[in-house]
Structures are given as C-alpha cells and as structure tokens.
C-alpha cells in the first residue's frame, strides 16, 4: 500500500471514530449573515446577536474605531459600529471571526499550512463577494461572500485530522508540505460536503463544498460558479496551496457564464492581491 493510500486510509478512519477535530458551526454568524440578507435588515436583531459573543464585540469595535476612520469621534457601542460599518459588513466580520478560531494548531508546521488555507479562504470569501457587486448578482453576495469563506472547509477538516494523528504518535513524521496538498486535494470535497451536512447549514453552500472543483457541474447554480471563478483566479495568482499563472481567466466556462469582461477579471485580480496584506494570520 502507498504511504498516500495509507495516510487516506488513516485519515477516514479517524474521521469515523470521531467527529470534533473542528469547533462546532457558530449559529449566531450565520443568523448574522441571514439577517444582513434581508433586504430591510433589522439592526436590533444583528445588534443582539454580536453582543452575546465578546470576541467578535471586540473586534467590531476595534474596526470601528481603527485608523480608516481616524478624525471620527470613537464607537464605543456595538450599535453605533453597526451604523458606521454597515450590516453587511458587521456580518462578514462576524462570519470571518467565528471561522478564524477553527484554524489553530499546536504544531507550527501545521499551523503555517493553516495559515495558507486561511488566506485562500479570506481571498475567496472577498472575491466571491466582489464578484457579485460587480457583475449581476449583487443580490447573492452576501451569500458568495459565506459560500467562498467556506468552500474548502473540507481542507481544514484533513489538515486538523493529520495533526491530531501526529500528536497522537500514529505517525512520528511530517509529511511533506506538497504530499498534504494532494491527500487534501484528494478528500477535502466529499469530506466538506459531509461537514456541512453535519453542521445543518443549507444544502447551496454544502453543494459549492462538494463541486467547486467538480469537472461537470450545474452552470445555472450562480452561486457555485461565482465561488469556482474566485477560486481559480487565488489559484492563478497563487493564494492557496498551488499557483498557477498560466490560467487565462477569460478563457474559462467560469467568466463566461457570469459574463465579465477582460477588464473586470484584471480589476479582479488586483482585488484578490489586495486582500493577502488583509487576511494576514
């Protein structure tokens, strides 16, 4: 048996014996993310939902009073962060803050993997989003920005799997940083959509888990192919784990569909560029 069916086979059957090598879904960012949807979001509700949770009170206000806004007089109340930032902000702050405590390692060889696949997830997320104000689906951005912050939960779930058997002694080594690529590359899809079934969250954004990098998949789904262009432009200027500068990104089924321009993919990019300062760790 090769060492890469076998680390496979290790992988599934821990994922068998247990189920909590991530923290469970955070409810109240994604009652956020509802609720920031809405067409008339009610900011009481919103409001409600962050003050429950310290950390992410903390870190709405802090980018509520950070130096973007210097001159302004300081927030010191959640609601008046959520009148300065915006709802649709405040719930992509939300999303990003509650997700972020899921990619921690003891191990620094991990936790610099992680980190990677943080980046690429923030890109994604920004780029989903972006994506969508600037083509014709703005009405699902909320939704694209969720779906590609999410959509390689499924790489973070093999990655948290492979260090809990390292420190468990089931292995005594750390396998090269490109042969974890490719055992995440190999199960993060199917195990991602599994993930998202188990956390009760909606079958639209298990189904982007599950197809993002599907060779067939549903061309009318807009939310899947929105996450699927943002996902291969990260690849194309080498946010993630693999880089490849090559990818025209006109010439994919991907920009067709939505139909954006040359100039809005280039402007894309330099958007994607942009977030890597942003979604430092």
Not at 196 to 216: C, G, Q, S
């Amino acid at each position: 048996m090769s060492i890469n069916t076998s680390l496979i086979d290790i992988v599934n059957d821990r994922l068998n014996l247990k189920d909590d090598f991530l923290p469970a879904f955070d409810a109240n960012a994604y009652k956020i993310q509802q609720e920031a949807s809405k067409k008339s979001p009610d900011i009481q509700v919103i409001e409600k939902l962050i003050v429950q949770d310290q950390a992410l009170t903390s870190q709405v206000l802090k980018l509520a009073n950070s130096a973007f806004y210097k001159g302004l007089n300081k927030v010191t109340t959640v609601k008046n962060a959520i009148m300065r930032l915006g709802t649709k902000e405040v719930a992509n702050i939300a999303l990003m803050v509650s997700q972020k405590s899921g990619y921690k390692s003891k191990d620094p060889y991990y936790q610099k993997i992680m980190d990677n696949l943080w980046r690429h997830s923030v890109a994604c997320a920004v780029g989903s989003h972006w994506i969508c104000k600037n083509g014709q689906f703005g009405d699902l951005a909320q939704e694209a920005f969720f779906a590609g912050l999410l959509h390689d939960i499924g790489k973070l779930l093999v990655m948290a799997v492979i260090a809990d058997v390292k420190s468990s002694g089931i292995i005594d080594i750390n396998p090269p940083e490109a042969f974890l690529n490719e055992v995440m590359k190999t199960l993060h899809a199917d195990k991602g959509y599994t993930l998202m079934t188990a956390w009760n969250l909606p079958e639209k954004y298990a189904i982007v888990v599950r197809d993002h990098h599907a060779e067939f998949y549903d061309t009318g789904n807009h939310l899947l192919t929105i996450v699927r262009l943002a996902n291969i432009t990260c690849n194309k200027i080498g946010i993630g784990d693999s880089s490849d500068p090559n990818i025209v990104l006109t010439a994919t089924a991907e920009a067709e569909t939505l139909g954006l321009s040359e100039i809005k993919l280039a402007q894309l990019e330099i958007k994607l560029e942009d977030t890597m300062a942003l979604s430092k760790p």
